[in-house]
């Protein structure tokens, strides 16, 4: 196996599990999300495209009683796959108001999309009629572009093909070039950037190889400058499809990687706020449960989970100040070796300590006041306390209570 069949391979795992990672979404997300389904069409069928030129398959396939079938199959669902990403750059316009004004892009994006629908049955069509007409199938080919060269079935055949596919790279490269100097949020701006890098090779390689395969036609190459030409447009369409399907992931990646930092998020969070609200039982809306039942209510997102904890946090702790001295604040700062969340996480140790001790409710004691700049901030800031809080001692912070007391 050669390294380029090796990269057909991991391209094509790539792209198969991209489609398996979006298929829930797009089959049963919302009725009306039509940008999901489009995306996904669009994986699957260059995923399906990608499986047939891989060495296996294709070999196969092209020796089958169908001559070649692989290069068929390839053109049919690749043609599909091109028919779903226009649909997908119509999606992503949403809707506009039957009476309002459409941007010039959108208008044009639909128009290709309508139009596309309609080439695209009669490109199957005509390359169906082709295949089993003109193209010499007299003996299986491995590499159908260079074992097919200078002759003028194949080179018809393809020129169809690639007429289609260079037209709907073009219009994504525009399309999504617009897109990306539009976007706003960076993850957004390098998905686009990707996706359009990935569409302007696209051009390249078709206009490459139907000019090789015309220029074939006239002067016939030398097998070994066929083969290499071969190989050399094949590496580019996978750099085309690992740059697509990456970018066209980059947002949802993102997404993604922000619901997991939410769930570490709630995984260190809790210990201490279900210590803290076992102290408070009628603060929080439901009683405190474990972390797997926490993480498993999925009635409420993560990130207003993790707002709600944070607030309940600073709830207790507000109300833990009318159970210590004004001293616990100093003790606790010497315990930990100065301020910060350590010392927070000893305040609050002791904090609960004295109040579990039966101390009486008094004054609200002396505490370092924290201004977070936003709700991320302080978020961020009761995760390293709440670390800190695993670390401390309980019998050290009943101490500090007990050093304050014989200094009273």
Same mark, same amino acid.
């Given at each position: 196996?050669?390294?380029?069949?090796?990269?057909?391979?991991?391209?094509?795992?790539?792209?198969?599990?991209?489609?398996?990672?979006?298929?829930?979404?797009?089959? +049963?997300?919302?009725?009306?999300? @039509?940008? @999901?389904?489009?995306?996904?069409?669009?994986?699957?069928?260059?995923?399906?495209?990608?499986?047939?030129?891989?060495?296996?398959? @294709?070999?196969? $396939?092209?020796?089958?009683?169908?001559?070649?079938?692989?290069?068929?199959?390839?053109?049919?669902?690749?043609?599909?796959? *091109?028919?779903?990403?226009?649909?997908?750059?119509?999606?992503?316009?949403?809707?506009?108001?039957?009476?309002?004004?459409?941007? =010039?892009?959108?208008?044009?994006?639909?128009?290709?999309?309508?139009?596309?629908?309609?080439?695209?049955?009669?490109?199957?069509?005509?390359?169906?009629?082709?295949?089993?007409?003109?193209?010499?199938?007299?003996?299986?080919?491995?590499?159908? !572009?260079?074992?097919?060269?200078?002759?003028?079935?194949?080179?018809?055949?393809?020129?169809?093909?690639?007429?289609?596919?260079?037209?709907?790279?073009?219009?994504?490269?525009?399309?999504?070039? $617009?897109?990306?100097?539009?976007? =706003?949020?960076?993850?957004?701006?390098?998905?686009?950037?990707?996706?359009?890098?990935?569409?302007?090779?696209?051009?390249?390689?078709?206009?490459?190889?139907?000019?090789?395969?015309?220029?074939?036609? !006239?002067?016939?190459?030398?097998?070994?400058?066929?083969?290499?030409?071969?190989?050399?447009?094949?590496?580019?369409? *996978?750099?085309?499809?690992?740059?697509?399907?990456?970018?066209?992931?980059?947002?949802?990646?993102?997404?993604?990687?922000?619901?997991?930092?939410?769930?570490?998020?709630?995984? @260190?969070?809790?210990?201490? +706020?279900?210590?803290?609200?076992?102290?408070?039982?009628?603060?929080?809306?439901?009683?405190?449960?474990?972390?797997? =039942?926490?993480?498993?209510?999925?009635?409420?997102?993560?990130?207003?989970?993790?707002?709600? +904890?944070?607030?309940?946090?600073?709830?207790?702790?507000?109300?833990? =100040?009318?159970?210590?001295?004004?001293?616990?604040?100093?003790?606790?700062?010497?315990?930990?070796?100065?301020?910060?969340?350590?010392?927070?996480?000893?305040? *609050?140790?002791?904090?609960?300590?004295?109040?579990?001790?039966?101390?009486?409710?008094?004054?609200?004691?002396?505490?370092?006041?924290?201004?977070?700049?936003?709700?991320?901030?302080?978020?961020?800031?009761?995760?390293?306390?709440?670390?800190?809080?695993?670390?401390?001692?309980?019998?050290?912070?009943?101490?500090?209570?007990?050093?304050?007391?014989?200094?009273?």
């Amino acid at each position: 196996m050669t390294a380029l069949d090796l990269a057909g391979y991991l391209i094509a795992g790539l792209m198969t599990a991209v489609a398996l990672w979006r298929m829930p979404a797009a089959l +049963w997300g919302a009725e009306e999300d @039509r940008r @999901r389904r489009a995306l996904w069409g669009c994986y699957a069928g260059f995923a399906a495209a990608l499986w047939t030129k891989t060495e296996a398959v @294709r070999s196969a $396939l092209n020796n089958s009683p169908v001559v070649d079938l692989a290069v068929l199959i390839k053109h049919y669902t690749s043609t599909l796959a *091109i028919l779903a990403i226009l649909g997908y750059i119509v999606a992503i316009y949403g809707h506009y108001p039957d009476e309002g004004t459409v941007p =010039r892009h959108v208008r044009f994006a639909r128009t290709v999309q309508h139009v596309a629908a309609k080439a695209s049955v009669a490109t199957l069509i005509v390359l169906t009629v082709l295949f089993f007409t003109v193209v010499d199938r007299s003996v299986p080919s491995d590499r159908f !572009v260079s074992d097919h060269a200078g002759q003028w079935g194949a080179t018809l055949y393809m020129s169809v093909f690639y007429l289609y596919l260079g037209a709907a790279s073009a219009v994504c490269a525009y399309q999504w070039a $617009l897109a990306t100097g539009d976007a =706003r949020s960076r993850h957004l701006r390098v998905g686009l950037g990707m996706m359009t890098a990935a569409m302007f090779i696209g051009v390249g390689y078709t206009v490459s190889r139907t000019l090789f395969l015309w220029v074939s036609v !006239v002067h016939q190459p030398g097998h070994a400058f066929a083969q290499g030409f071969d190989k050399a447009t094949e590496l580019a369409q *996978i750099v085309l499809f690992a740059l697509f399907a990456v970018g066209a992931s980059v947002p949802a990646f993102v997404k993604g990687w922000r619901r997991v930092r939410l769930w570490r998020a709630q995984a @260190r969070l809790h210990p201490l +706020w279900r210590e803290l609200m076992t102290a408070f039982p009628d603060q929080p809306f439901e009683p405190p449960a474990s972390l797997p =039942r926490e993480l498993t209510r999925f009635g409420t997102p993560a990130d207003l989970r993790v707002d709600r +904890w944070a607030a309940d946090i600073a709830d207790a702790v507000e109300k833990l =100040r009318h159970y210590v001295p004004d001293g616990l604040v100093g003790a606790a700062a010497d315990a930990a070796g100065g301020s910060g969340p350590l010392a927070d996480a000893y305040w *609050i140790r002791a904090a609960l300590a004295a109040k579990a001790g039966g101390a009486p409710a008094g004054r609200a004691a002396a505490v370092e006041q924290r201004h977070a700049t936003d709700q991320d901030g302080e978020v961020a800031w009761l995760v390293r306390v709440a670390s800190a809080y695993r670390r401390t001692d309980a019998g050290r912070a009943r101490g500090l209570l007990a050093s304050l007391e014989r200094t009273v």
